[in-house]
């Protein structure tokens, strides 16, 4: 059977209802303050549109979240190709570029746990990001348990550790960064140990 295509007017009001809630969310210093009233009255919709299009406040910021992950995964997917790439510089532009995601976005990932959203195991990206890190760390032989070792190095880029340490310990985006970047050095080696 053939899918009927999306109304115009109904693409229309997604694409503003998504806009209007990641501004919301991007300007509120607190993301438990952002109401569905407020999305709707900014997307310039009724407050019905929203549960009709997205059941509830989590799965309207899930759907945020996906519109904010698809430029970031095609940008992980070109760095994973990249000729002459090796793993462990697979593993570093992965991990950072999943950093800047959740700098630039921490109010949005913070309301998501707060909407319900808390265990990033069961999201859709989640599993994505550990395929692609654990077979990356596969391939480091100083690494014994990758698959443990990508959930452990995921959980050290949690949205709400990134809010914390950038709002309430005032720590620069670089200085995560290039002590993620310390990390992974002590988690990974130096690239001369024995295989596995």
């Known amino acids: ?26 300007a509120s210093t607190s993301p438990t303050s952002v109401s ?35 430029p970031l995964r095609l940008a992980v997917r ?23 995601f959740k700098i630039e976005n921490r109010n949005l990932m913070s309301a998501a746990e707060d909407a319900g959203l808390s265990s990033p195991y069961q999201a ?5 990001w550990h395929a692609l890190l654990r077979e990356a760390l596969d391939q480091i032989p100083e690494v014994h348990d990758p698959d443990f070792t990508a959930h452990a190095l995921l959980a050290t880029i949690r949205a709400d550790l990134i809010a914390h340490l950038i ?21 990974l080696g130096n690239g001369s140990g024995p295989p596995r």
């Not at 593993?91 to 800047?100: P, T």
């Not at 290039?178 to 988690?187: E, P, T």
């Open 124 to 128: 859709e990206h989640y599993g994505s």
């Open 1 to 26: 059977m053939k899918q009927r295509a999306e109304r115009a007017d109904a693409v229309r009001n997604r694409e503003a209802v998504l806009a209007a809630a990641d501004a919301l969310f991007a």
């Open 78 to 100: 070109e760095a994973q190709d990249a000729p002459g790439s090796t793993p462990r510089q697979r593993v570093k532009d992965l991990l950072d570029a999943s950093l800047r």
């Open 36 to 70: 569905m009233d407020d999305i709707a009255a900014a997307a310039g919709v009724g407050k019905g549109t929203l549960f009709r299009r997205f059941g509830d406040r989590a799965g309207l910021i899930g759907a945020v979240i996906a519109s904010r992950l698809e």
């Open 167 to 187: 709002d309430n310990q005032k720590t620069p985006p670089e200085a995560l960064r290039s002590a993620l970047a310390s990390h992974l050095d002590n988690v």
